[in-house]
């Protein structure tokens, strides 16, 4: 299996003066992101209070590089500062899911620790996340793969009453990224990993959008420079051995740090973020399995770019209706509820993303000014943008290239038809946060024939279904 090059100088990245973190609000003193930055792990722990049991987190997967066994450096060093104690969580069971009966048992078997050292993927790192929230102790991360933005975010993703949601938890202290040990990792977690990062190329859009218009905070075009600028290296790879390692890095990377800076995911997670979010939903719904999470986001932002596309071509024929738009629309948490039946015969995940789109709506309601204004000045918001999105046919082809997924199809399991229209159509009834497909959905726009539009579009665009 070919493996990405790590390509650039070797040595600490300053991402934390780069991105500006307050030290006031992170607890996020160190970030070693370089070839062998393993070897700090040792100076790391000898800054941290050792009287006590260090948590070291894992999920059982062996990680090796050569004839190096990385799990059992790992326990080596932080024996050499603690008492340690190894968490597997759903050790009997393999796949770890953020459910509340497997973070109420984590915390349990981690209870009274003095430290938390978590390493793995995105799943494990948001568990360590919890619980150095709940017990109050430091959290060391060592990332292994290249597969979310997730590793440098004071966030976590959890499952709920079988909806995921994202909650705020807390920074690690430090995040060593060892580029030896990212390189061994499977293909099929950077190809994911890229898949996030391409985000960046349509999640800023809605971010934009939600700001304009009121709906959210302060636009922070100065955050996304930082980010999008590493994500330049990510273009036009031919394949995924020639994939430059180091900037798909330093993409997820600043991405995380980004939101966490900013406060909000929206800097790098729109609707591609939701369409992934309703795959992981329907999936676990069903009891089935879904693809890892950057997979269906690199699917979904050839989705997102498309219906961008469309949009735009909308709004340059066809203006908002001020009047229409704001005028609530009719029998709205019905049709959210009725939504989530095929999936939830209960209502429960209905009922949750009912409330989250009456706060949406209730927003709403309070924008009239900023939404006249931005209708008078579209040409200007056009533009701006037009700049912040990359072409659907450019993504699709970039995912191709690397040997990533570009369709529903694709994906593994495939996600069939009904299920992509049963997505699509409930977009804008899940969460709070304002996206296109709302600005869309309160314009009378939201329809079967443009979501057809959108897909017809993604698949000439090399995506789609």
């Not at 899911?97 to 620790?113: K, M, N, W, Y």
């Not at 060592?142 to 966030?155: K, R």
């Amino acid at each position: 299996m070919s493996r990405p090059r790590t390509v650039g100088v070797a040595g600490t990245h300053h991402y934390l003066a780069h991105i500006g973190i307050d030290h006031d609000t992170s607890t996020l003193r160190t970030l070693v992101s370089a070839p062998g930055a393993l070897t700090e792990l040792n100076s790391v722990l000898a800054d941290l209070d050792t009287s006590g049991t260090a948590v070291i987190l894992h999920d059982g997967t062996p990680i090796s590089v050569g004839s190096r066994d990385v799990l059992a450096e790992i326990d080596s060093t932080v024996a050499g500062h603690f008492t340690t104690a190894v968490l597997v969580p759903n050790e009997q069971h393999g796949t770890v899911i953020l459910d509340e009966a497997t973070v109420d048992s984590s915390a349990a078997a981690s209870s009274g620790c003095a430290a938390i050292v978590a390493v793995g993927g995105g799943t494990i790192v948001d568990l360590g996340k919890v619980l150095s929230q709940r017990h109050h102790v430091p959290l060391v991360v060592i990332q292994t793969c290249a597969s979310v933005n997730g590793f440098s975010d004071p966030l976590s993703v959890l499952v709920r009453n079988g909806a995921k949601s994202t909650v705020p938890t807390a920074w690690p202290v430090a995040l060593i990224i060892d580029h030896d040990v990212i390189a061994q990792a499977p293909a099929a977690l950077t190809r994911a990993g890229f898949g996030d990062a391409a985000a960046i190329w349509c999640a800023p859009a809605d971010w934009y959008l939600a700001c304009t218009l009121g709906m959210d905070g302060e636009f922070e075009s100065g955050v996304l420079d930082v980010i999008g600028a590493a994500a330049q290296g990510l273009r036009d790879a031919t394949s995924l051995s020639e994939l430059d390692l180091e900037a798909l890095l330093d993409t997820l990377t600043y991405g995380g740090l980004g939101i966490g800076v900013t406060g909000t995911t929206a800097v790098v997670s729109g609707c591609e973020h939701l369409i992934s979010h309703l795959i992981d939903m329907a999936a676990v719904a069903r009891g089935a399995e879904h693809d890892l999470h950057g997979a269906q986001v690199g699917v979904a932002s050839v989705i997102s770019a498309a219906l961008w596309e469309s949009a735009i071509e909308s709004f340059d024929d066809v203006s908002i209706d001020v009047d229409v738009a704001t005028t609530p629309i009719p029998d709205l948490e019905n049709s959210v509820t009725r939504a989530w039946e095929s999936i939830d015969p209960s209502g429960k995940i209905g009922a949750g993303c009912a409330r989250n789109v009456a706060q949406k709506m209730a927003r709403w309601s309070g924008v009239r000014a900023e939404l006249s204004e931005f209708v008078a000045t579209w040409p200007e918001h056009r533009r701006v943008l037009s700049a912040l999105l990359r072409p659907a046919s450019e993504i699709a082809a970039d995912l191709a290239a690397i040997g990533a997924p570009t369709k529903f199809s694709q994906l593994t399991p495939p996600v069939d038809r009904e299920t992509v229209r049963w997505i699509m159509r409930t977009l804008p009834l899940m969460r709070d946060r304002f996206t296109l497909c709302d600005a869309l959905l309160v314009s009378g726009r939201w329809t079967d024939e443009f979501i057809d539009r959108v897909l017809d579009r993604a698949a000439e665009s090399g995506g789609g279904l």
